[in-house]
Each structure stands twice: as C-alpha cells, then as structure tokens.
C-alpha cells in the first residue's frame, strides 16, 4: 500500500498481518471531501494501524498527528512507516487503550479518524464512546471534523452528542460517516 498523494506521495507503508487498512481508493474519497480542512490541520488517528490515515494528512499539509495503537505488534510497523515517511517531527505515537488516548490528548483537534477494528464484527461502543470522550475532555472545536469507519451493513447514528452527521458515503461493504462539532 502507498500514501496517494502529497509530500509523502507513493511512498510505501508497511500493513501488519492482523488488521484491515483503509483502502487507497477509500483514502483518496475522504480526503477528496476533506479537502478544505487538511491544510495546518492537527489531526487524531485514534485506532491508527498502519497510520495510512494519519499519515496521509500529514502528507497533504496536516501540522501534527496523534496516533494511537494499542496492538504493540502493530505499533513497531506504525512507528516504522512514520519514520520511513520522515514524519517524526510532525507526529506523535500513543500506546494505550483508545479511551486512555483521549483522556492523554493535550490540545483540541481539527480532524479525528475513528476506524476501530471491526473484522470480526462490529462494536457500536467503541464509536459512542469515542464521540463521548471527545466531547467530555474539551478536545472539539467548533467545526472539529470526525471520519467514522465502519462496515457498511451496520448503520452509526445521526447524532452523537454536539457531533452531527453531514454525509454519508459507501465504498463497497466499507461506510464512512462523517461528522461535524456543532456547539
């Protein structure tokens, strides 16, 4: 897999065995809808994986990313594709638990990627949480943008707290829904 398009654009990532990244067809459809926000942007990829997505904002003018993984397997190889993109300066990594994540965050974000693993089905908890959390630890401002990942068969909610859905897109048997902090 490549990031598709940037300052990092066609350099390979590593995928770790045991997850599902986000396709560079699916990447390229967000960050087209995106577009206007990336710029200057400090951005979240709370279940990053790879960090194709968190990577990919990087390379198309994104200040800072948090990345968070929780797998320390999946960790080494996310660490690996920071570096091998030369976005160390730009980025910083997190271990934890993602409800720990949130609560470790120091400064309000732009853009956060909500794509938990959901191979072997899907867990509505992790996603109600996450916009829970997110709200309650004062890391939204206006017009904060959340992209939820999810499998397309199992519909997210309109509204999660002040986060309101503003589209919905389907790639296949991928949905994403993407929402908007309106205090």
Same mark, same amino acid.
């Given at each position: 897999?490549?990031?598709?398009s940037?300052?990092f654009k066609?350099?390979?990532?590593?995928?770790p065995?045991?997850?599902?990244?986000?396709?560079?067809?699916v990447?390229?459809a967000?960050?087209?809808?995106?577009?206007?926000?990336?710029?200057?942007a400090?951005?979240?990829?709370?279940?990053?994986? #790879?960090g194709? !997505?968190?990577?990919e904002? !990087? #390379?198309r003018?994104?200040r800072?990313?948090?990345?968070? /993984?929780?797998?320390?397997?999946?960790?080494?190889? !996310?660490?690996?594709n920071?570096? *091998?993109?030369?976005?160390?300066?730009? #980025? /910083?990594?997190?271990?934890?638990?993602?409800?720990?994540?949130?609560?470790?965050l120091?400064?309000? !974000?732009d853009?956060?990627?909500l794509?938990?693993?959901?191979k072997d089905?899907?867990? /509505?908890?992790?996603?109600?949480?996450?916009?829970?959390?997110?709200?309650?630890?004062n890391?939204?401002k206006?017009?904060?943008?959340i992209?939820? /990942?999810?499998? *397309?068969?199992?519909?997210l909610? *309109?509204?999660?707290? #002040?986060?309101v859905?503003?589209?919905i897109?389907?790639?296949?048997?991928?949905?994403?829904?993407?929402?908007k902090?309106?205090k």
């Amino acid at each position: 897999m490549k990031i598709v398009s940037g300052e990092f654009k066609y350099r390979k990532i590593e995928i770790p065995n045991n997850i599902r990244p986000t396709t560079e067809k699916v990447r390229e459809a967000i960050f087209s809808i995106l577009n206007n926000h990336i710029y200057e942007a400090i951005v979240l990829d709370l279940f990053a994986g #790879s960090g194709s !997505l968190g990577l990919e904002s !990087l #390379s198309r003018g994104s200040r800072k990313c948090y990345f968070n /993984e929780y797998n320390k397997g999946v960790l080494n190889i !996310l660490k690996k594709n920071i570096n *091998e993109c030369k976005a160390i300066d730009r #980025s /910083e990594v997190f271990n934890y638990d993602f409800k720990r994540c949130i609560k470790m965050l120091p400064e309000k !974000l732009d853009i956060i990627f909500l794509d938990p693993p959901y191979k072997d089905g899907y867990n /509505e908890g992790w996603y109600q949480d996450s916009f829970k959390l997110i709200e309650e630890n004062n890391l939204a401002k206006n017009d904060t943008i959340i992209v939820a /990942e999810h499998l *397309e068969k199992y519909n997210l909610e *309109e509204k999660y707290g #002040s986060f309101v859905r503003f589209k919905i897109k389907k790639y296949g048997t991928i949905g994403v829904d993407i929402y908007k902090y309106q205090k």
